[in-house]
């Protein structure tokens, strides 16, 4: 990186910074834990700049480099006020994996004090999270991907997500506040292997089943890619494939790169014209995908890397774009020999 600070701006920055630290203690390490801003200085500091809290001084002893808090994994599952919950579970972010910088997690009000006993969380805030860790997701990336937690005692979804299009081999759901201790759940998920947009019962679809039996606290689970697949059922809720989606997206192909197929997916939001088409880096057109009138949804299309005249095109970087509803979008693919 390029030092563009001069010494004597150094010297001033560094006067500031003893300035303001000597008054306001080390307020810059609010930003450096999840909803800070919602406790200030409270989460660390008894009164400001004075004696420290039971949160404050673990962070002091333990969890300092460079000046700056280390907030991760083990500092969320550590529960430094004695009060039964993480201080993770009090900041929103009971597994440790929001960063510095990024937007607060959670629900800013149901923040408590990790530095206070008597500062616990209450009704929903109380309730115990749940964290999905999945890894070798590989043979799934750019497919559709739903995941749901099931309360066995009533067969009711507690929590459900989903992915338009898995982005990399390992990713991660957090659902706060969503398992009530001493409950029991399974946890269902699948990914559309077929790629035509509604689930179908193994192998066709991958689909999966974790069973978290009598929770206790927040849960984490990992899983990584297997064939021991379990057929969880037409209930899954695909709704938002049926329904009409709000705007015109253009999905990754899959698989990428390729040979010597691979699939192209988009929804539209209303039927109309669409033109799908290939281009090559020169800019040339070498092939046409689609062109007519289809309806609103999810569409998918094969492309066997094959020109207007049927050859095989060669081994290289190539551009999708689709037109439709007055606009443009772009993708790259690359096709392997
Ligand atoms: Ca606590
Ligand atoms: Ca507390
Ligand atoms: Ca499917």
Same mark, same amino acid.
């Given at each position: ?174 659902? !706060? ?5 001493? +409950?029991?759940? =399974?946890?269902?998920? #699948?990914?559309?292997? $077929?790629?035509? &947009? ?90 046409? !995908? ?5 309806? +609103?949804?999810? =569409?998918?299309?094969? #492309?066997?890397?094959? $020109?207007?005249? &049927? ?27």
């Amino acid at each position: 990186m390029k030092r563009t600070v001069t010494r004597s701006t150094m010297i001033m920055v560094v006067t500031l910074l003893s300035l303001t630290t000597s008054l306001f203690a080390r307020s810059h390490r609010v930003d450096q834990i999840p909803n800070g801003s919602e406790l200030g200085c409270a989460s660390c500091h008894v009164t400001p700049g004075g004696p420290r809290t039971a949160f404050g001084t673990l962070i002091e002893n333990s969890y300092l480099s460079g000046g700056n808090v280390v907030w991760g994994p083990e500092l969320a599952a550590a529960d430094a006020d004695g009060d039964g919950f993480s201080n993770g579970h009090e900041l929103e972010d009971p597994f440790g994996v929001w960063t510095s910088g990024s937007t607060n997690p959670g629900n800013t009000s149901f923040v408590t004090n990790p530095g206070s006993n008597s500062s616990v969380p209450e009704g929903d805030a109380a309730k115990s999270s749940f964290q999905m860790q999945f890894t070798d997701m590989t043979p799934h990336v750019g497919q559709y991907f739903e995941i749901r937690i099931v309360d066995t005692s009533n067969d009711l979804t507690v929590a459900s997500e989903d992915l338009s299009s898995i982005g990399d081999a390992a990713y991660e759901f957090v659902f !706060l506040h969503a398992l009530e201790d001493g +409950a029991s759940y =399974q946890v269902d998920f #699948w990914a559309d292997h $077929n790629g035509n &947009g509604t689930y179908d019962a193994p192998p066709t679809d991958h689909a999966w089943r974790v069973d978290l039996a009598s929770v206790s606290g927040n849960t984490m689970e990992s899983f990584s890619h297997n064939t021991n697949f379990t057929d969880i059922g037409g209930t899954v809720s695909i709704d938002h494939l049926a329904a009409v989606p709000t705007e015109l997206v253009l999905y990754d192909n899959y698989p990428n790169p390729f040979n010597p197929e691979t699939v192209i997916r988009y929804e539209l939001a209303a039927p109309g014209f669409v033109e799908l088409n290939v281009y090559n880096l020169q800019g040339a057109q070498v092939a046409t !995908l689609q062109s007519g009138v289809r309806q +609103a949804g999810l =569409q998918s299309v094969a #492309w066997n890397a094959r $020109n207007y005249r &049927g050859e095989q095109l060669p081994a290289g970087i190539y551009i999708y774009t689709l037109r439709a509803d007055g606009q443009m979008h772009s993708k790259r693919m690359m096709l392997l020999k």
